[in-house]
Nanobody, 115 residues
Framework: QVQLVESGGGLVQPGESLRLSCAAS????????MGWYRQAPGKQRELVAH???????NYAGSVKGRFTISRDNAKKTVYLQMNSLKVEDTAVYYC?????????WGQGTQVTVSS
């Protein structure tokens, strides 16, 4: 079992930055692929970025070059650095831990980008 708690969301203006954190507890954090997903009102949840246990990363095309995912296995935490935020980045952001057939989700943190 893995418990995930996100933090760092908020209201920012276009062009500004935010850093999301996801703290994990429970099972061995380092073996999980960790991901950030987001869901905007009226839309399906979509993958933003993920990072494997080996440190390989993958990004959605819409955030590539602006967002950076990283992990600190000693702190059992995964981060999402979001730069040059756009209005269309507004969504609830969810942390995910994935390994084989297991998936764990956090409760989500709201990110609102508005002028």
């Amino acid at each position: 079992q893995v418990q995930l708690v996100e933090s760092g969301g908020g209201l920012v203006q276009p062009g500004e930055s935010l850093r999301l954190s996801c703290a994990a507890s429970g099972s061995t954090f380092s073996i999980y692929t960790m991901g950030w997903y987001r869901q905007a009102p009226g839309k399906q949840r979509e993958l933003v970025a993920h990072i494997t246990s080996g440190g390989s990363t993958n990004y959605a095309g819409s955030v590539k070059g602006r967002f950076t995912i990283s992990r600190d296995n000693a702190k059992k935490t995964v981060y999402l650095q979001m730069n040059s935020l756009k209005v269309e980045d507004t969504a609830v952001y969810y942390c995910n831990a994935h390994r084989m057939v297991s998936d764990y989700w956090g409760q989500g943190t709201q990110v609102t980008v508005s002028s």
